[in-house]
């Protein structure tokens, strides 16, 4: 993957294959005007939702949406500019304030439990209210502080539930949906020793199987903290399971389905997952890594790991089975990881995995029963600067330095760049290739690991009631346009509240639309007229 982008930048530099991109007046007057077209044929969509689908890109910032608009389109052999991403080409949109209730810049737990939830928490906890904050005294751990998601909503209304995510299924997001934990780091019973007060307290991994058995597609990575420490893991062979406590989970996820005659089956390898038979699965657990799943950017065609759209596909064909619906967690979850090691070829890629499966949701699904909301839970330090040209290489140098904009050292430097993070450099780039997985790039302050961004992020959504998505919101309502546009949770009961979609509003609407140039006391009296014959048929 990584030869054929270089490649790809080699034929455009020497060809110039940007170089013929003038957009005239003519083009900017009918952008505009078809874009006000789209926009006033738009309409709200009130149905109920049957299914509702979240796709979390975990660290997906504004300026990594852009940078990866433009890697995407500099592979197709264009500028890149005027690319669009699949998700962005939906039709609402809304900015999300994403921080903590105890801090400015979140944790990829918080917010994926605002999300889940409807409710803010503290920074690194799962499934818990504020009243308990991250750390190692559980004193705090009741039924009382304990918070319900969505997933549990979906489920006592009888739908089926799923979890997709390119991270172990134990970290912060996919956990966000079944967890309750002071602490986002106790993925297996190994990380909790000699925790003080936390007896009543399991570790994620239990707690995903032994207290969420009716979760029905779990898909993902993290074996090691499903297997005990004495056993070595069957695809990986070096690897070792890391739980203490003697306990094979995935033989009682099993045992469970066994017990109960469910239709199941378990799998740790892509072919495993393209050979599953949809008709005879209802549950399907497949753990296909010993931790996190491998970097799009690395992956090799002989990989045993499945792609994040091959794992949604056979997830949605699976859950979609259920005349009641379903909800859905997807993540693009290794976009952090590749930000938080100054990897930025490897986080766009992993973006544009996300945004091809954002184009197989759209295949499997409909937006007449079906909210889709694409999103971030929190940003990264990521920049794009200086003033390159049109189409220069958005993992390359900039290319034109005016005096004012050439640094003092006089060396040249790169387009997309940290603020902080483990490669803090100032190296002469000249002659160097940057457009490889591998390559980092340099940060200004040297830490351990790059730190998230706080700005707000980004929601994309589509289908029954998307159009609740616009303006700036605190990062917890999505989890209430969720279980409002589906009737789960506090929005059960009313959800049938008043909406724009009786016979007499939509005539009204039909006029107000029509009707501009008639007359204000005319326009009255039609409208007038129209609520009695409405309610004569009423």
């Known amino acids: 993957m990584a030869y054929t982008w270089v490649v790809l930048v080699t034929i455009c530099v020497f060809l110039g294959c940007t170089s013929a991109i003038k957009e005239r007046k003519e083009h900017w007057m009918k952008d505009g005007k078809d874009n006000i077209q789209d926009l006033m044929q738009m309409e709200p969509n009130y149905n109920m939702a049957d299914n509702v689908i979240l796709m979390v890109g975990d660290g997906m910032g504004l300026s990594t949406i852009t940078a990866g608009r433009i890697y995407q389109g500099q592979k197709k052999g264009k500028s890149g500019e005027e690319n669009k991403l699949t998700f962005e080409q939906f039709p609402y949109l809304a900015l999300s304030k994403t921080y903590n209730v105890d801090r400015q810049v979140p944790d990829s737990a918080g917010t994926a439990v605002a999300m889940a939830t409807g409710i803010k928490v503290n920074y690194g906890t799962l499934g818990l209210s504020i009243d308990v904050s991250q750390g190692n005294d559980c004193s705090k751990v009741t039924e009382e502080n304990k918070l319900k998601t969505v997933l549990d ?88 399971g890391r739980r203490n406590d003697g306990l094979d989970l995935i033989q009682a996820w099993k045992n469970d389905k066994l017990k109960r005659n469910l239709k199941h089956q378990y799998v740790d390898t ?61 993540e693009g979850g290794r976009i952090d990881h590749s930000h938080h090691d100054n990897g930025a070829m490897r986080a766009l890629e992993e973006l544009l995995e996300l945004d091809n499966t954002v184009s197989k949701v759209n295949q499997l699904t409909s937006e007449d029963d079906t909210l889709t909301v694409v999103t971030a839970d929190h940003s990264h330090v990521f920049t794009i600067a200086g003033y390159p040209s049109r189409g220069n290489n958005i993992l390359g140098l900039v290319d034109i330095m005016a005096e004012l904009e050439t640094p003092e050292d006089k060396m040249p430097y790169l387009t997309l760049g940290y603020t902080n993070g483990p490669f803090a450099r100032r190296d002469n780039l000249t002659g160097v290739n940057t457009n490889t997985s591998t390559f980092k790039q340099g940060a200004y302050i040297k830490m351990p690991n790059e730190t998230h961004g706080g700005e707000d992020v980004i929601i994309y959504a589509k289908g029954p009631m998307a159009h609740l998505f616009q303006g700036t919101k605190e990062q917890s309502y999505i989890g209430h346009v969720m279980m409002y546009s589906a009737c789960l949770g506090v929005y059960k009961d009313s959800c049938d509240m008043p909406k724009r979609n009786s016979l ?24 007038l007229t129209v609520l009695i014959i409405s309610k004569h048929f009423a």
């Open 153 to 240: 909503y979906a489920l006592e209304e009888g739908k089926s539930v799923g979890i997709v995510t390119t991270t172990r299924v134990t970290h912060a997001t996919p956990a966000a949906m079944y967890a309750h934990s002071p602490d986002r780091d106790w993925e297996g019973d190994s990380e909790m020793n000699g925790m003080a007060n936390c007896r009543h307290v399991k570790d994620i991994a239990y707690q995903l199987i032994l207290e969420n058995p009716n979760i029905n597609v779990i898909l993902g990575g993290g074996r090691r903290y499903f297997m005990n420490s004495s056993t070595f893991d069957p695809v990986i062979e070096t690897a070792q």
């Open 270 to 330: 892509r072919q495993q997952l393209k050979d599953i038979d949809v008709a005879s699965t209802d549950y399907l657990l497949g753990l296909f890594a010993p931790s996190h799943m491998t970097y799009e950017a690395d992956r090799l065609p002989s990989s045993v790991e499945p792609t994040l759209s091959e794992m949604t596909e056979k997830a949605i064909q699976i859950l979609k089975k259920n005349p009641k619906g379903y909800f859905l967690l997807i």
């Open 504 to 527: 007499s509003d939509a005539i009204t609407a039909r006029l107000t639309q029509t009707c501009g140039a008639i007359h204000l006391k005319s326009s009255m009296l039609l409208m």
